[in-house]
């Protein structure tokens, strides 16, 4: 039987995400426990925002025009001026501070001057530096959608509003497990012939340390098969025995657990041997290669987006189209790591390290996103490497 192509990158992705199950399980946490989790429901807003009239600066809050002015009094943040302003009267106020009614302009610190009770002005602007009520949001409005992967800026936002607690999806149980005859964790013996193991604490790392470890196996049918069998998992991710050697035992092992593989391979290099599939009872696998840069690549390509996705979340990687860079032949997209930023005119700038070698990690320093390259040129994949639990993090540039 003629084994099937390797499916493209985005064509990998897209059959992946369609598979993936997205469990309904929520939970309800405190809001500053929510980094990184995928809001359940949409979030509206209970009141107003700011609940009041309200000072964007110190100074004074006055009625009319007038060169001058009666203090009558002071609004402080916590404390309200509660009496209506006469024509001609003034009162000092503090940022925040609620604006009283009859208020019809607010005078900054530096252009006013009170003595004996009567401040002078140097300008009068009606309505400057007053923050109607509402004027950030309305009782009603969406401040969190459903779906949507949350950020510190929106726990400002809903903790602005009196939200103290949040509903999230669920994240997904995902195990890890290394492969390999040769390879020994660090900081035990090695021995003349075997490798150290760089993929598990990178990999546990990038997840946040969601991931429970399921550590080394040999390249051995039942050892593979006893160590998945155990887990409770939603996800498998599994390092190693994907390239289809006659040591590379993971497939072959896992079809007594009813594997069903949806992406075989894919057409790019470095991570070609990367496969996913389903066991019986719904559980995904998705298999890494042993090469590191290679497995790297496909975590960022492949697993993370699967992750967020099984946890709620709806976005998906969003590449941008680099113009300076020439299209590759040749029937495999190429993938590098890259380091990104903007040049001294505000341009996006993207080198690509290392020299495709799939095990060298040393020329990745500094890497904060993908580049790959092919007959139609070249993308950029932003990577945001500080991990957030449960979901992708990815920068925040849109593109093609």
Avoid at 1 to 25: E, N
Avoid at 99 to 128: C, D, F, H, K, N
Avoid at 296 to 305: G, N, S
Wanted: proline share 6%; aromatic share 4%; charged share 20%.
């Amino acid at each position: 039987m003629k084994p099937q192509a390797p499916f493209s990158i985005d064509a990998a992705l897209a059959i992946i995400l369609r598979h993936i199950p997205r469990s309904a399980r929520c939970e309800n946490l405190s809001i500053a426990g929510t980094l990184g989790r995928v809001s359940a429901t949409n979030v509206l807003a209970p009141g107003d925002q700011p609940r009041f009239d309200s000072a964007a600066m110190d100074g004074w809050v006055v009625a009319g025009e007038h060169a001058a002015y009666r203090v009558v009094g002071e609004s402080r943040a916590g404390a309200a001026y509660l009496d209506a302003l006469r024509d001609g009267e003034a009162v000092a106020i503090s940022t925040g501070a609620v604006v009283p009614p009859g208020a019809t302009a607010l005078i900054r610190r530096e252009q006013g001057r009170e003595a004996g009770g009567m401040l002078s002005i140097a300008a009068y602007a009606p309505g400057r530096d007053m923050r109607p009520r509402g004027c950030d949001f309305r009782a009603g409005d969406v401040l969190l959608g459903a779906g949507q992967v949350i950020g510190h800026l929106d726990i400002a936002r809903v903790a602005a509003a009196g939200i103290a607690t949040l509903a999230v999806r669920a994240d997904p149980k995902v195990a890890l497990l290394a492969t390999g005859d040769e390879i020994t964790p660090g900081g035990q013996d090695a021995g003349p012939f075997g490798n150290y193991d760089a993929l598990s604490p990178a990999i546990l790392a990038r997840l946040g340390g969601a991931a429970r470890h399921l550590g080394i196996v040999r390249d051995l049918d039942g050892a593979i098969v006893e160590r998945v069998a155990a887990c409770d998992a939603d996800a498998v991710i599994v390092i190693g025995g994907a390239s289809g050697g006659r040591h590379d035992r993971v497939r072959h092992a896992l079809g007594e657990l009813g594997l069903q593989v949806m992406v075989p391979s894919v057409a790019m290099r470095p991570g070609k041997p990367f496969w996913c599939a389903v066991l019986d009872g719904g559980r995904m696998v998705f298999g890494l290669p042993g090469n590191p840069v290679a497995a790297l690549v496909a975590l960022e390509l492949f697993v993370l987006p699967a992750l967020a996705a099984m946890a709620g979340a709806v976005e998906e990687p969003c590449w941008v189209d680099l113009d300076d860079q020439e299209p590759t032949a040749g029937e495999y997209a190429q993938v590098r790591f890259a380091r990104w930023g903007l040049d001294d005119r505000g341009k996006l700038s993207a080198q690509a390290l290392g020299q495709g070698d799939s095990a060298a990690l040393l020329p990745l320093a500094g890497a904060n996103g993908l580049i790959r390259s092919g007959r139609d040129g070249a993308q950029l994949l932003p990577l945001g490497l500080t991990p957030r639990r449960g979901a992708q993090n990815r920068a925040g540039l849109r593109g093609g």
